[in-house]
């Protein structure tokens, strides 16, 4: 675990309208888990993905317990702050604020152009230009297919910038028996990236570790 990251005051997490929320929860409930403040923002149409998804017991203002029950306790360990989409003044705003990294999971297209061109129109657009500006771990999970070129190309200019582009394609080697199994694949990329270890997937050893 990298040095900066590990006495990180809080990590930023931003859901957006992309298909994927088991993503996001997993995500969250293994930074939770890990005793982290998570500075949360979800978009307009990221709050519409936590209910269309995963029913309106994981709707914003029931996520925590929402978490909770699903992922166990060890995600009191940690803290969450909710932040609005439209606080441009909110802390995870401003370089000075302490914030060792941020993920986007999952990140709209929308949301990539506006990231890929410092357009910081709002909260997870303007937290994700700090993230590139300080030299910060930014992961951005895209999920959408078949990708246009200008997707394609939008995902070049956020890699050259410094992001992490890891689009959600979950591997199958450790043999998933669940969608929870594909999630913790793409949440524990998503620690790993962010300078993390973790115990969310079987490390790869060569062949497959059949049951």
Known sequence: MSTDVSRARSV??????????LYATRT?????????????V???????????????????????????????????AGRMTVHSNRDLGATIASGSHGCAGMAIVPCS?????????????????????VMLKERRPLVIV??????????????????????????????????PQSLDDLADFMAGKVLGALGFDHDLYPQWTGSVARP
């Open 42 to 76: 979800i978009s307009d149409y990221g709050r519409r993905l936590l209910r269309d998804e995963l029913g309106d017991d994981a709707t914003v203002d029931r996520l925590l317990p929402y978490l909770t029950q699903k992922y166990g306790e060890s995600v009191a």
């Open 109 to 129: 297209m929308k949301t990539l152009a506006g990231v890929a061109h410092g357009l910081s129109r709002n909260l997870v657009e303007r937290a994700a230009d």
């Open 28 to 40: 969250l409930a293994a930074l939770l888990g890990r005793g982290l403040h998570v500075e949360l």
């Open 12 to 21: 930023a997490i931003a859901v957006t309208g992309a298909s994927g929320a």
């Open 142 to 175: 895209p999920r959408e297919t078949p990708m246009s070129l200008m997707q394609l190309k939008n995902m070049v200019l956020c890699a050259e910038a410094g992001a992490i582009v890891m689009p959600a394609m979950p591997a199958f080697y450790q043999l």
